[in-house]
Nanobody
C-alpha cells in the first residue's frame, strides 16, 4: 500500500507560479512511477505529467508543456510539480498518483494509488 499526501496548492494570479509536492510512504519510492492529474468542476480527471521511477522518462500533457515541470527526489520520497505561467484554465484539484513499474503511462486507470488532492485556483 502507498500513501500519498499533496501540498502546495492555493490561489494565484494568472501568470504566477506554484509548486506542488507529493510525499509518498508505505513502499519503496524508487519503485514507483509518479503522475499528476487534475480535475476541474464538471470535467473528467485529466492527465498532467508523469515521471518514471528513475526520473529518466517524463511526459506532459500538451496543455501544460513548456509551463509545468515534474521532478522527483527519491531521497525525500517526494515528487514535485512546478507550475509557471499559470492560466485560469489551470484551475482544478490536482492529484498525485502512483503505480508500480517503469512504464510512463497517462491513463488514470493505470494508477493504483492516489492522494486526496490539492486545490489550485488561478484568478484572471
Amino acid at each position: 500500500q502507498v500513501q500519498l499526501v499533496e501540498s502546495g496548492g492555493g490561489l494565484v494570479q494568472a501568470g504566477g507560479s506554484l509548486r506542488l509536492s507529493c510525499a509518498a510512504s508505505g513502499r519503496t519510492f524508487s519503485s514507483l512511477t509518479m503522475g499528476w492529474f487534475r480535475q476541474a468542476p464538471g470535467k473528467p480527471r485529466e492527465f498532467v505529467a508523469v515521471i518514471n521511477r528513475s526520473g529518466g522518462g517524463i511526459y506532459y500533457a500538451d496543455s501544460v508543456k513548456g509551463r509545468f515541470t515534474i521532478s522527483r527526489d527519491n531521497a525525500k520520497n517526494t515528487v514535485y510539480l512546478q507550475m509557471n505561467s499559470l492560466k485560469p484554465e489551470d484551475t482544478a484539484v490536482y492529484f498525485c498518483a502512483a503505480r508500480v513499474g517503469l512504464a510512463v503511462v497517462t491513463g488514470a486507470a493505470e494508477y493504483a494509488f492516489w492522494g486526496q488532492g490539492t486545490q489550485v485556483t488561478v484568478s484572471s
